[in-house]
């Protein structure tokens, strides 16, 4: 079972790395986005799919993140090594305040986390003497750190191409750790948890804070890639998709979240060139998950696995 | 000192509004377990239909019935085709709901298109009147006060003091105990999610003679409206009607004095209730 | 202070106006076999909840081991050896067998944190783990996840669960409930080897089970404590015999 999920990643790592041979910048840039918000997604998974909580709020440290470190290196003239840090640092710090929201839980926490997001929304939107209003921030440069500068779309999507493998494994190794166990644990049964002697409060609060972090490292790749943020980056849409990303990609797994990011950004892009309706598109993707493919992809995939008769997963 | 009182009442008439909204919300949630995140984009469409309807016929009261009674239908047909699968999963619930959400949103947009439109004020309500106490005050947020006072007494005394609302009540505290009683539990639900429909489409068209309508606002409207059910407590008529006056009292005094901080003070006390009183004031469990 | 294992002191629960534990007292010595017994509605399982942690008590004290503990979480608690089962089955039913055991052991264990190391990779811990299912039958069925077990294996499990977390007070809620009279025979066994290290305090409707293990009886009825004694002494009294064999 390992084996053949490592030689499946090894496969997708070499087309990715060979992506900019084989197709044109198009391509690239698209599967860089896919990246980024895979990244993002995968933020939302480690509480929806391991803690079962439900976070529409993620869109907020990414924006937040992303916004620290254009201000810092278009208004201060800071450099990369300091501003990418510094947003990563800041996002993370708001996912610390926010994580109150863990002090609810179901119905609840979904509807604070929504609201809570609409917070970020509303001060990127109204605080236009900080934030730029709608306007955002523009002209962000390429990253630079010392000697190494990226100076081509093809350099920064092998960079961000790194980063997410190297963020996958990392993911990959907390998920099977025991604070992992523990998360599953507390979204199969918390109250048999705390009779265990976990404080369940407490793992909550640290994987809420530690999926803040991955989704401000997104926000940090998606700045440089982007070269500007505005409030659109905070909204409400933006949260709900990373979301639906891991669910149609295959919530509790690593590569879901990237899959779904991949099959939402691509129905995106075909069906804007056709048709004008794209978010009702999207509205049916919704409705078509929920009643047809609660498990995603992944999901989709191990029943057929199940049913053609290999040994369960 | 009248600026204090005029944002007061600026407050009082978004409570007014926020509470038809909300209070179907929570009801819904109470009784259904269902958590709809439709509700702002009912409430969009609604306000979309009614200002068509003011249109053609120039009667802001069919406006009114028209916007409520389109939501009405609509919501009928989500709760009959795609709510009634998803149980009491509420993630699959605010999955559904929101892609219902982005489809009328997105149908909308290409029907009344992208600009800001009001719904226009009745004759009889333009202009401003005289309040006691020699203040000068827009006749419609005064009538909006009123409609509001009059829904929320109306729905007080069904909700405490009818047979039905007894059986509500029974219902939002203990379900499978009034099916038991032989009650016919869908039936009752369909008329509940009915009302919310209504109040929601009927908020719409009110909501957009003074605030505008435009693609984005359903999803502003929903989070006052859930700011008002977290603070009130999910599934609490009362809750809703408290939470609608802190809300609508924080976002007046809020534009006033921090415009630039606006959503932020709105959310900071909501905040602190997570600290000290995470159901919410008169909550039921979630 | 004392050798007692567990101190009860005038503990009440209310609910709205009605009070599930109504001035309760009861001490446990350490090593001791007591058992709770009473109709529905005693009160019994109210008052488990409340010596664990996961309900606040209205009035009173619970103090284990010499320590007051009435107002600590309820994870605090097993840190500091209290354990319990549920009268109705609480397991992992999406994890598989060997995962519900890895979460019990290391429940009490610092590494519960680690934010690195898989578990898999932790061997002692998984020798442990299928020590734990060995012991009531299990362990052919580690990888499986725990919704397919049967009611009894899931009693069973509930058991294992309960005794991996380094228990000093072992509070079993009804261990019997439900089974078939073999399974009965299998978990009463389990149960009478534990060692005199454990504390137990279990709540039991079959009276064989019940008085074939306890050191010690307290009936209760209404909430209160109505009579305490050894298991003769309960079986003998008229009033007993009425309140609770009287509804049987």
Not at chain 2, 118 to 134: D, I, Y
Not at chain 2, 195 to 202: D, H, K, N, R, V
Request: net charge positive.
């Amino acid at each position: 079972m390992d084996r053949s999920r490592a030689v499946l990643a090894l496969v997708a790592l070499a087309a990715f790395a060979l992506l900019p041979f084989a197709a044109g910048p198009f391509w690239m840039g698209l599967a860089t986005q896919m990246l980024i918000f895979g990244l993002l997604a995968l933020s939302t998974d480690l509480l929806l799919g391991h803690a079962g909580l439900f976070s529409l709020c993620h869109a907020s440290f990414f924006a937040v993140s992303a916004y620290t470190v254009a201000i810092l290196q278009v208004r201060y003239g800071a450099p990369t090594a300091l501003a990418a840090p510094a947003g990563l640092l800041v996002g993370t710090l708001l996912a610390a305040v926010f994580g109150l929201a863990v002090r609810t839980r179901g119905v609840y926490f979904i509807l604070v986390t929504l609201a809570l997001g609409y917070v970020v929304w509303g001060v990127a939107h109204r605080w236009s003497s900080f934030t730029g209003g709608d306007n955002g921030v523009t002209n962000v440069p390429f990253p630079a750190v010392g000697p190494f500068r990226i100076e081509t779309h093809t350099g920064y999507y092998y960079l961000v191409l790194a980063v997410i493998a190297a963020c996958a494994l990392a993911y990959r190794a907390l998920v099977r750790s025991p604070f992992g166990l523990a998360l599953r644990g507390i979204k199969a049964s918390e109250s048999r948890m705390r009779s265990l002697g976990y404080r369940t409060g407490l793992h909550l609060y640290a994987a809420f804070v530690l999926s803040g972090a991955i989704a401000s490292l997104a926000g940090v790749l998606y700045v440089y890639y982007n070269r500007f943020v505005n409030p659109v980056s905070a909204s409400f849409p933006v949260s709900v998709e990373a979301v639906l990303m891991a669910i149609v990609g295959g919530t509790g797994t690593v590569l879901g979240p990237f899959l779904g990011s991949a099959i939402i950004l691509g129905l995106r892009n075909w069906v804007s060139s056709f048709f004008e309706l794209y978010a009702a598109v999207l509205g049916i993707v919704f409705i078509a998950t929920v009643l047809w493919a609660p498990d995603g992809i992944m999901g989709l995939a191990r029943r057929l696995r199940e049913r053609a008769g290999v040994a369960p997963a | 000192m009248t600026s204090a009182i005029l944002q007061a009442i600026n407050g009082i008439s978004l409570a007014a509004l926020l509470f038809l909204l909300a209070s179907g919300f929570t009801l819904s949630f109470g009784l259904m377990r269902v958590v709809n995140m439709a509700h702002g984009a009912y409430y969009l469409l609604g306000g979309y239909i009614g200002l068509s309807v003011a249109r053609a016929t120039g009667s802001f009261a069919a406006a009114l019935v028209a916007g409520g009674l389109a939501v009405v239908v609509l919501g009928l047909a989500v709760d009959r085709f795609l709510l009634r699968r998803t149980g009491e999963n509420h993630l699959a619930q605010v999955l559904l709901t929101v892609g219902v959400a982005f489809v009328i949103g997105d149908v909308a947009l290409r029907i009344w298109g992208g600009d800001f439109l009001k719904v226009p004020v009745p004759v009889s309500l333009r202009g401003a009147m005289e309040l006691p106490g020699g203040l000068v005050y827009p006749t419609y947020r005064v009538a909006l006060i009123l409609l509001g006072t009059v829904v929320g007494a109306l729905l007080w005394i069904l909700y405490r003091k009818t047979q039905i609302g007894a059986v509500v009540r029974a219902g939002v505290d203990d379900r499978e105990q009034v099916a038991a009683t032989g009650i016919n539990v869908d039936r009752l639900f369909v008329m509940v999610s009915a009302l919310a429909s209504f109040l929601a489409g009927m908020a719409g068209v009110a909501g957009g003679a003074f605030l505008t309508l435009y693609p984005g606002a359903e999803w502003e409207i929903l989070v006052y409206a859930l700011v008002v059910v977290i603070v009130g407590g999910l599934g609490s008529l009362g809750g809703a009607m408290i939470g609608a006056l802190v809300v609508g009292l924080l976002d007046a005094y809020g534009r006033w004095l921090l415009p630039e901080f606006s959503y932020f003070v709105l959310f900071a006390p909501m905040a602190l209730l997570l600290l000290v009183r995470p159901r919410g004031i008169a909550g039921k469990d979630a | 202070m004392t050798a007692d294992a567990l101190r009860v002191r005038g503990l009440a629960k209310e609910f709205g106006g009605l009070r599930a534990v109504d001035d309760v007292s009861l001490t446990v010595g350490a090593g001791e076999r007591r058992v709770l017994i009473g109709p529905n509605g005693a009160g019994k399982t109210t008052l488990f909840h409340c010596v664990s942690g996961s309900l606040r008590p209205s009035a009173g004290e619970v103090v284990l081991f010499g320590r007051e503990i009435t107002r600590l979480a309820e994870p605090r608690r097993t840190a500091l050896g209290m354990s319990r089962t549920f009268q109705i089955s609480n397991v992992f039913a999406d994890l598989a067998l060997i995962e519900n055991m890895s979460l019990a052991l290391l429940g009490t264990d610092r590494r519960k944190w680690l934010l690195h190391r898989a578990v898999s990779a932790f061997g002692a811990l998984r020798a442990r783990g299928m020590d734990g299912l060995a012991r009531v039958g299990l362990e052919h069925r580690a990888d499986e996840p725990a919704r397919t077990l049967s009611y009894g294996e899931r009693r069973q499990l509930e058991l294992a669960l309960a005794l991996n977390t380094n228990p000093r007070v072992l509070l079993l809620d009804e261990p019997c409930a439900g089974l078939s009279p073999a399974e009965r025979q299998r978990i009463s066994q389990a149960i009478a080897r534990l060692p005199r290290e454990i504390t137990l305090v279990m709540i039991e409707h079959d009276m064989d089970v019940a008085l074939g293990l306890a050191d010690r009886v307290t009936v209760m009825h209404r909430g209160k404590v109505m009579l305490e004694g050894s298991p003769d002494e309960v079986q003998a009294d008229p009033e007993v015999r009425e309140v609770y064999f009287g509804h049987v």
